[in-house]
C-alpha cells in the first residue's frame, strides 16, 4: 500500500524534521576507484573491463558503464588486448598473476586500506602465525585477503559463537585481522571473546576497519534515538551500508535500506515527526538529494544535518593514469 500524493492547494503538508547523517556517502577508497576507473576510460578509450562491480551501488556502475565500463565477473571474460581495473574490494594476487600472463593492462582500485589488511597478513603468515579472520563468507574483500596467503593458514570467523567454539593447534601463534566493513560492535565482542580464550593473540597494528566504516556507524548512533524512522541508502550486497541499518535496529529504531527515492515504502514510513538518514559509503550524496526532494513531495521538510567528525583522507591515485 502505498500513501497517495497529497494535492496540491488542498490540506497542508505534514512537518517532518530531517536529520542526516554526516558523515555519509562516499568514502575516499570509493572516491578513488570511481575515479580510477574515469581515467582508465580517459586513457584506454572504451571499452574498459572492471572485474566485480568496482564498488557496490548500482547507480554508480550504471553511470561508469554509460562512460564505457564493462563489468564482469572473472579475468576470461576479458578479451586479449582490453585494459582491466580491480575493484575496490580487493583481489586475490592469483587475478593479477593471471592478467600479466596474458599480458593484459591492468589497474588495480584497491583500497588502500584493504591493501593494509594484505600485506599485514602476508607478514603474519611469514613469521609463523595462525590468522582468524573476522568477516563475512562470500564477501569480495573477504574472497581477496583469503587469496594473499597459502590455503589453511587463515580461518575464517563471522560471529561471536565461532569465536568461542574455533579450535587452534598452536594459541601462542596466534592473530587475528578483520574485513574494513564490519559492524564496530559485533566486531568487538568477537575481539574481546578472541583475547578472553587466546589471552596471547597479536591484534593488528591499528584498527582494520576503515575510519569511514566507523564514522558512518556512529553518525547513525547520534541520529537513530532522536528519530522514528531511518532510512539508509545504499545497495544490498553494501556490507557497511547494511550494518548501518543494524545499528539503527539495535537502538530501537526502525529502519530500512534503499538504493535510491524510488525504493522509499511509504506505507512503512508513515508520517514520522522526525525521520533519520543516511547513506552507505559507496552511495553519491546525488541519492541523498534524490530522498529529500522525494520527501518534500508529501512532507513540509526542515533538514538539520546532525554533524559528527570531518572526514579530509585523500588516497593517491595509480601514477599510470595520472602521469
Known amino acids: 500500500m502505498?500513501?497517495?500524493l497529497p494535492v496540491p492547494g488542498s490540506t497542508p503538508l505534514p512537518p517532518l524534521r530531517l536529520l542526516i547523517a554526516?558523515?555519509?556517502g562516499f568514502c575516499a577508497g570509493v572516491d578513488r576507484a570511481i575515479k580510477i576507473v574515469e581515467l582508465a576510460i580517459e586513457r584506454f578509450g572504451p571499452p574498459v573491463y572492471v572485474r566485480h562491480e568496482i564498488v557496490h551501488n548500482r547507480f554508480v556502475v550504471d553511470q561508469l558503464r554509460g562512460l564505457g565500463a564493462v563489468f564482469v565477473e572473472e579475468?576470461?571474460?576479458v578479451p586479449d588486448g582490453r585494459p582491466v581495473v580491480f575493484s575496490a574490494h580487493g583481489v586475490p594476487k592469483l587475478v593479477p598473476a593471471a592478467a600479466e600472463a596474458r599480458g593484459l593492462d591492468y589497474v588495480d582500485?584497491?583500497?588502500?586500506?584493504?591493501?593494509?589488511v594484505h600485506r599485514q597478513a602476508q607478514r603474519l603468515i611469514e613469521s609463523g602465525r595462525h590468522i582468524l579472520?573476522?568477516?563475512?563468507i562470500g564477501h569480495p574483500e573477504v574472497i581477496g585477503t583469503f587469496g594473499q596467503v597459502p590455503e589453511?593458514?587463515?580461518?575464517?570467523?563471522?560471529?561471536a559463537e565461532d569465536a568461542e567454539r574455533v579450535a587452534v593447534t598452536d594459541p601462542d601463534n596466534l592473530s587475528f585481522l578483520t574485513q574494513t566493513t564490519l559492524s564496530v560492535d559485533d566486531t568487538a565482542e568477537i575481539i574481546a571473546?578472541?583475547?578472553?580464550?587466546?589471552?596471547?593473540?597479536?591484534a593488528p597494528k591499528g584498527e582494520d576497519i576503515c575510519y569511514a566504516t566507523t564514522n558512518r556507524q556512529a553518525a547513525v548512533k547520534v541520529i537513530?534515538?532522536?528519530s522514528e524512522r531511518v532510512l539508509v541508502i545504499g545497495a544490498p550486497n553494501s556490507s557497511n551500508s547494511l550494518r548501518l541499518v543494524e545499528v539503527a535496529e539495535r537502538l530501537g529504531v526502525h529502519a530500512q535500506l534503499i538504493q535510491r527515492a524510488s525504493d522509499i515504502d511509504w506505507a512503512w514510513l508513515g508520517q514520522p515527526a522526525t525521520l533519520g538518514l543516511t547513506a552507505g559509503a559507496s552511495a553519491p550524496e546525488v541519492l541523498v538529494s534524490e530522498v529529500i526532494d522525494a520527501l518534500r513531495q508529501r512532507f513540509d521538510v526542515t533538514v538539520e544535518e546532525a554533524a559528527h567528525v570531518v572526514e579530509d583522507m585523500v588516497f593517491k591515485l595509480p601514477r599510470s593514469l595520472v602521469a
Open 133 to 136: 579472520f573476522i568477516g563475512h
Open 152 to 159: 589453511g593458514t587463515m580461518t575464517l570467523l563471522e560471529t
Open 22 to 24: 554526516a558523515p555519509r
Open 2 to 4: 502505498r500513501m497517495p
Open 109 to 116: 582500485a584497491t583500497c588502500p586500506l584493504v591493501s593494509k
Open 193 to 202: 571473546i578472541l583475547t578472553r580464550r587466546f589471552p596471547t593473540i597479536r
Open 224 to 226: 537513530a534515538p532522536l
Open 75 to 77: 579475468l576470461c571474460d
